[in-house]
């Protein structure tokens, strides 16, 4: 268990609609970063916030927002969905050991998009 | 564009033996690389590092060694357990950016 949270584990869903997805770190990380994981692809970086404020962005569609409330935890909003957008979204945080930042992701939330 | 590759997608090595997870990057700044286990319905989960400084990296059945001229690392477990089968991700970033950048993946069978 990395002591990261992500809900729900499984989501289906049809196409033109919109999904939120939670991540909670792990305690005392102020790092979230989103990942999309789609068939046969590395996991592809979206964005990260750092102690709530967005720190990083990757390949995010226009469509796929994110925040991170003071609380830390971290939601992933995908609006107007395409089947293209089915696929593994992890959240990782981070934490540094001797200046060197090292990830850890939740389990997953499975999307698909029908 | 792919800045880290793992140009093998599956390995199959006979327990006992050694495996031989390789991954190339193209990205000079990058000054530390990561790798990552996964199991099916399973998120990544950390397994070993090295920085830029060091070539060679140990912890247990676990060796990562970095040619930075080649920019191609390598991760060794010996002896491999069935236990070692899922996939492997190498992972990379530099300090002077936020991103981690992954490859697509190894997947390992070891065959008791």
């Known amino acids: 268990d990395s002591g990261v949270t992500q809900t729900p584990k499984h989501l289906i869903t049809a196409t033109g609609q919109r999904v939120t997805l939670r991540c909670s770190p792990r305690?005392?990380?102020?790092?979230v970063y989103w990942y999309q994981q789609s068939l046969d692809q590395g996991l592809q970086f979206l964005i990260q916030?750092?102690?709530?404020?967005?720190?990083a962005k990757g390949n995010i569609l226009e469509r796929f927002s994110a925040q991170q409330f003071p609380d830390l935890h971290s939601e992933l909003n995908l609006s107007s969905l395409e089947l293209g957008d089915s696929a593994l979204y992890f959240c990782?945080?981070?934490?540094?050991?001797?200046?060197?930042?090292?990830?850890?992701f939740g389990p997953g939330t499975r999307l698909l998009v029908l | 564009d792919q800045q880290v590759k793992q140009n093998s997608p599956s390995l199959s090595v006979q327990e006992g033996r050694i495996s031989i997870l390789n991954c190339d990057y193209t990205?000079?700044?990058?000054?530390?690389f990561l790798w990552y286990k996964k199991y099916p319905a399973e998120g990544p989960t950390f397994l070993i590092s090295?920085?830029?400084?060091?070539d060679k990296n140990e912890d247990g059945r676990f060796t990562v060694f970095l040619n930075k001229s080649a920019k191609h690392l390598s991760l060794h477990i010996v002896p491999s357990q069935p236990g070692d089968s899922a996939v492997y991700f190498c992972?990379?970033?530099?300090?002077?950016?936020?991103?981690?950048?992954f490859g697509t993946g190894t997947s390992l069978t070891v065959i008791p």
């Open positions: 990782a945080s981070s934490s540094f050991n001797r200046d060197q930042e090292t990830q850890y």
């Open positions: 305690s005392g990380d102020l790092s």
């Open positions: 916030y750092y102690n709530g404020e967005e720190r």
């Open positions: 990205n000079s700044m990058f000054d530390y």
């Open positions: 090295i920085s830029s400084i060091k």
């Open positions: 992972a990379a970033s530099s300090n002077t950016g936020n991103q981690f950048y």
